[in-house]
């Protein structure tokens, strides 16, 4: 079964960085398109970041846009969100997806802080 897990959130200050990896199994990575979201408190999920298979093909929301970077690294089987100058506006759950089968596929989730 497809599985996905995310690692890497936790608490920083504002203008800090961290690294969000999602390691993926139980489907052919390399022939899907990975996502990032995120969750805040009270708020709708939304779309952060998306790259396609070969990860040359990016998007980003604008609110993280020049601030995130998305890629993948195929054969670690391994999405990653690259975070740099965090806002406060940025803590949320961070959720990986992947669209398998035509069946959306989510993450556990990794709790992002930023806090001074």
């Known amino acids: 079964q497809v599985q996905l897990v995310e690692s890497g959130g936790g608490l920083v200050q504002p203008g800090g960085s961290l690294r969000l990896s999602c390691a993926a199994s139980?489907?052919?990575?390399?022939?899907?398109?990975m996502s990032w979201y995120r969750q805040a408190p009270g708020k709708e999920r939304e779309l952060v970041a998306i790259?396609?298979?070969?990860?040359?093909?990016?998007s980003y929301a604008d609110s993280v846009k020049g601030r995130f970077t998305i890629s993948r690294d195929n054969a670690k089987r391994t999405v990653y969100l690259h975070m740099n100058s965090l806002k406060p506006e940025d803590t949320a759950v961070y959720y990986c997806?992947?669209?398998?089968?035509?069946?959306?596929?989510w993450g556990q989730g990794t709790q992002v802080t930023v806090s001074s």
């Open positions: 997806n992947c669209r398998v089968r035509g069946r959306s596929e």
């Open positions: 139980g489907f052919t990575f390399s022939m899907y398109a």
């Open positions: 790259v396609t298979t070969d990860g040359v093909d990016i």
